[in-house]
């Protein structure tokens, strides 16, 4: 049986939504403030972000890049992917079981 992966904590939306960002390619804070409201419409204010990083970072699950022009762009990790394709079958779990329970079934008024 495989290891389950911890769950991505408190914040799993921000958590998420920074894991799906780094999956395309490196990027620092700003940008990834910029690549989420583009793909999700959820804009993340700097410090909701930056707690999001470390606690990824402690997990093991993205890790900073050298410094360029002053910003610190991060990579996704091997384990951050892992954590990011479980968590995305999850979602796809529950949007199918929702989808079944919202349309209408014959004969129901």
């Keep these: 049986m495989a290891r389950r992966q911890p769950d991505l904590g ?3 939306d921000v958590a998420l939504l920074v894991l799906v960002s780094l999956a ?8 990834m403030i910029q ?7 959820t804009t993340l204010e700097p410090g909701t972000l930056y707690g999001a990083l470390m606690r990824l970072e402690e997990r093991g699950w993205i ?8 910003r610190r762009p991060y990579r996704i ?3 951050g992917r892992e954590a990011l394709a ?3 079958a999850t979602l796809r779990r ?3 079981a929702g989808s079944k ?9």
């Excluded at 890790?63 to 002053?70: D, G, K, Y």
């Design 35 to 41: 690549d989420i409201e583009e793909f999700s419409g």
């Design 10 to 12: 408190r914040f799993t």
């Design 86 to 88: 479980e968590q995305l």
């Design 77 to 79: 990790t091997p384990g």
């Design 94 to 96: 529950i949007e199918e």
């Design 63 to 70: 890790e900073p890049l050298p410094m360029a022009e002053r």
């Design 101 to 109: 329970r919202v349309r209408p079934s014959w004969g129901v008024v």
């Design 24 to 31: 395309e390619g490196d990027k620092h804070g700003y940008r």
